[in-house]
């Protein structure tokens, strides 16, 4: 059994290491100070939500070929998909009027005009 007088010697020990090791994860001096969150989360945008996750990969992929930075929120949570309000597929704000132009666009015409060859069935 550890006494009270052990845990304090021990917590009063590592206290200068924890804030410092804090301080330099968070690059801030008071590691429990609120951080500028908001422009980080400011820095992204939804544009589309997804309940399959294919279907936000295919779109993801859609924008990486365009050249468009996005990421992928609640990609995980696949099983939860739909109570979370589904898979986000997010872009940076500057992006985000080219990106709903790409997956708004339909290429499906462009591939009637595509030669695949004879069929081999």
Known sequence: MVSIAVLTCLAMTLT???AEGARGWLGRADPFEPGDTAADMDEFVTIA???QLLDAHIARGRLSAEGI??????EQMVMYAIALGGIKLRVTRGDEK?????LETDYSATLDDVDL???RD
């Not at 930075?69 to 609640?74: K, P, R, S, W």
């Not at 080219?98 to 790409?102: F, M, P, S, Y």
């Open 16 to 18: 200068p290491f924890l």
């Open 49 to 51: 939500t997804y309940d």
């Open 69 to 74: 930075e996005t990421q992928l929120f609640d």
């Open 98 to 102: 080219v990106a709903r132009r790409v």
């Open 117 to 119: 060859g004879p069929r």
